[in-house]
């Protein structure tokens, strides 16, 4: 079976299974079992594929038509640019949480401490725009730790990592300079409409009982015990949360001063 051949098939399969991004997938599964990139498929149709090439194809295409998602079969994702590795331990980053990025870089802090940190997308790429900041990175999850380490080690950069239950395991703030907190902390509330593809995800990581809003709650009030006056909040919710979750967040001293998208930023007025 040649190239061309072999996308056609599974372009169809994959629109028949209900998934959006069919000819996308496609590709991308081709390319990264023949090791090339998806200019070199679309230009080489008529390349016949070896029976190993097929077999591995084919079995990506199966994962894929089970709805697993692409980046768990790839093992990795992009995100701000850069290329994440991604295990079942971690969710996949979103484009949406890339606006964290661009509010840190006008902010500008020197302490940044990513609460919930997954992939560490957020704290390795903040590290990563922001040389200069000290970044603390933390998880509920161990697994979703090591994966956070190997990305900062793949992408050779210094973050320090540390298990924690929110903000419970940072005894102290102990920076004199003004620290900004981010968190994509798991916000969907169980009775809401998912794609098929999050069943993959680990479930820690998506729902949050009370309206999805009980793990940022909570952060909010730990964080407003624990910040100083002038000290920022970064969070990504879903909009339909952001009125209750500013309400809370303004009656624990917190000002709202820019909604981007899915993300809140607050700053502390003590
Ligand atoms: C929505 S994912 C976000 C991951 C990553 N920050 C991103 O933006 O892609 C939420 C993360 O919060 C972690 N988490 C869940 N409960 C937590 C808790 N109580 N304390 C700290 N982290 C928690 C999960 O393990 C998961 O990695």
Redesign the pocket.
């Known amino acids: 079976m040649n190239i061309d051949t072999w996308l056609t098939k599974a372009v169809k399969d994959l629109s028949k299974a209900g998934i959006d991004s069919a000819q996308l997938d496609a590709h991308l599964l081709l390319a990264a079992t023949l090791y090339q990139s998806r200019e070199y498929i679309l230009s080489h149709g008529e390349q016949e594929l070896s029976d190993t090439e097929l077999a591995q194809a084919d079995k990506w295409l199966k994962r894929r038509l089970n709805r697993e998602p692409i980046a768990y079969i790839l093992g990795h994702k992009e ?1 701000y640019g850069r290329d994440f590795i991604v295990s079942p331990s ?5 484009p949406e ?1 890339e606006a964290i990025i661009e509010i840190l870089k006008e902010l500008k802090p020197e302490t940044i401490i ?6 560490g ?2 704290a390795i790429s903040a590290k990563l725009e922001l040389p200069n900041c000290s970044v603390i990175a ?4 161990e697994d ?1 730790l090591q994966i956070a380490r190997q990305n900062a080690s793949s992408l050779n950069i210094e973050v320090t990592f540390a298990v ?3 903000l419970s395991g940072i005894k102290n703030i102990t920076s004199d300079e003004p620290v900004t907190i981010v ?5 969907v509330d169980e009775s809401w409409d998912v794609s098929p593809e999050t069943k993959f995800e ?1 479930s ?3 729902f949050a009982d009370n309206d999805g809003l009980h ?1 940022i709650k ?1 952060l909010v009030l730990q964080a407003s015990k624990k910040m100083r006056d002038g000290d920022h909040l970064v969070l ?1 919710a879903d909009k339909r949360q952001h009125g209750q979750l500013s309400q809370y967040a303004e009656e624990h001293g917190f000002t709202l001063e820019k909604i981007d998208g899915l993300i809140v930023l607050y700053t502390l007025r003590a």
Do not use: H
């Open positions: 995100f971690v969710l996949i980053p979103r949480s990513d609460i919930g940190t997954g992939s997308c957020l933390t998880d509920i999850s979703a924690s239950d929110l968190a994509n902390l798991p916000y680990p820690m990581a998506l793990l909570k990504e």
